[in-house]
Structures are given as C-alpha cells and as structure tokens.
C-alpha cells in the first residue's frame, strides 16, 4: 500500500546504521517536527542519497508516511550546503551540541516548526563566520527553549512579579523558570544585568556577544537545568 507524501526542509540529527545498506534517520523537519524515517538501500557515500544524509545541512526531504510503519525517506537533495561548518571543528563541535539539544527538547510528531527555524538559521550565522561559535554556542539554546515554550521569566521575580531593573544582577533558578528577588527565597545562581540581558535577547533570537568565559560557562549551565526540569535529563 503506499502511504502519503510530504516534502519538507528539514535537518539530519541523528543516523544509525542498521544494517548494510539501511539506516534510521532522525530529522527535526519544518512540517513533521522530530521524526525518525528508514533510508533503505543506502549506503554511505552512495550516489543517490547516502552522502548527503549529514547533518548541518539543510535538506528538502521527500518523506513517505505508511499507516502501521516507520516513515521512509523517499527522496532528499541539499537546500543549503554548509562547508565551512563542517570544514571546522570547533563549529562541528557547537553545531552537534545543537542539534543533541534541539532532539532533547522537541516533542516528537509535535508541532516544532518554530524550533526548526531557530537550529537552521543559527547554521547558518553559525556557517557565514565559524568563529562566532564562541558568542552563539550558549545563547542559541535559549532561543531554542523559547521556541518551544520553554523562556525563562528574565525581568521580575517569578514568584511575587517584583520587577528587577535592567542592570542589576539577579539570582536564577532554571528549574523553576526565572529570576527571584530575595525576599521570596535563595537561586542556585546568581547572573549579572549583562548575561540577563544577553538570554533575554537570545529568547527573542538576537544574539548579543557575551563578555567573558564565566559568563558563557553560566549560560551553559543554566540552559541545563531548564532541560532537566522539562526533559528529565540533561544533555550530554
Ligand atoms: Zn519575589
């Protein structure tokens, strides 16, 4: 019986051989959201589409929907190309930390439309200047968590509203969702009025340059515990 089709763009965040010339294909699609699919008959660096099936780029894929079974991977050609991420490896290194992170968080067969759009357009800012992996790395995930209904609350407490003025620091609390002033109780961890405003932009997907290291390494760990208290594990 043959199923239905639907073409979209999409990105590859996982591959696993599962069998010689068969692989599983995970995908964050425009229109599918997360979606496992079957690559039969192909083999890696084969003609037809074993060697474009990488992640990074940004593919338009043919997807075949059967009733009972997997979805199979019908067609796929490149949309966007991105060799200068793939040419580099601290830029790979930061791009599969996205693509783990966008897999973590989406919800699968969900609506992640939104989610897809943020991982492929910071690939491709990611790809016109490698180097900015430095300033991306960490901010990225915060415009992926907004993406998918997960913002921190960044200008008042999230327990009594108090509203925290733009340059002060503030104590932060991922696990339950922003900012909280003293009097309502103790964050495990305290941002400057430069980092809140920094993840406050990378929610609305403005990427400002964070300061320093210590600032990136905050951001990283905070990023975490907003997983874990969605996702239930961080990511790896
Ligand atoms: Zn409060």
């Not at 620091?169 to 430069?194: E, F």
């Amino acid at each position: 019986m043959r199923g239905e089709f639907t073409e979209t763009a999409g990105l590859v965040v996982r591959l696993v051989d599962t069998g010689e010339s068969s692989r599983l294909v995970t995908l964050l699609t425009e229109k599918k959201g997360l979606i496992a699919v079957s690559a039969r008959g192909v083999r890696k660096g084969s003609k037809s589409f074993g060697g474009i099936l990488e992640p990074m780029h940004r593919l338009v894929l043919t997807l075949e929907h059967a009733e009972r079974d997997i979805a199979r991977l019908h067609e796929a050609r490149v949309d966007a190309l991105r060799l200068a991420i793939t040419g580099d490896l601290d830029a790979s290194l930061c791009a599969g930390y996205w693509l783990r992170f966008a897999r973590s968080i989406a919800h699968p067969h969900g609506d992640d439309a939104a989610l897809f759009r943020v991982v492929d357009g910071a690939l491709d800012l990611l790809n016109e200047s490698p180097p900015d992996h430095r300033r991306l790395e960490h901010l990225v995930p915060f415009a992926m968590l907004a993406a998918v209904g997960y913002s921190l609350e960044l200008d008042q407490c999230i327990s009594c509203g108090k509203a925290c003025p733009p340059e002060r620091s503030s104590a932060v609390d991922g696990r339950r969702g922003g900012l909280l002033c003293r009097t309502c109780g103790h964050a495990p961890m305290v941002i400057s009025g430069d980092l809140r405003h920094a993840l406050r932009e990378a929610q609305g997907g403005v990427f400002v340059p964070l300061p320093n290291a210590q600032h990136r390494a905050s951001a990283a760990s905070l990023a975490q515990e907003v997983v874990l208290q969605h996702v239930g594990r961080s990511i790896r």
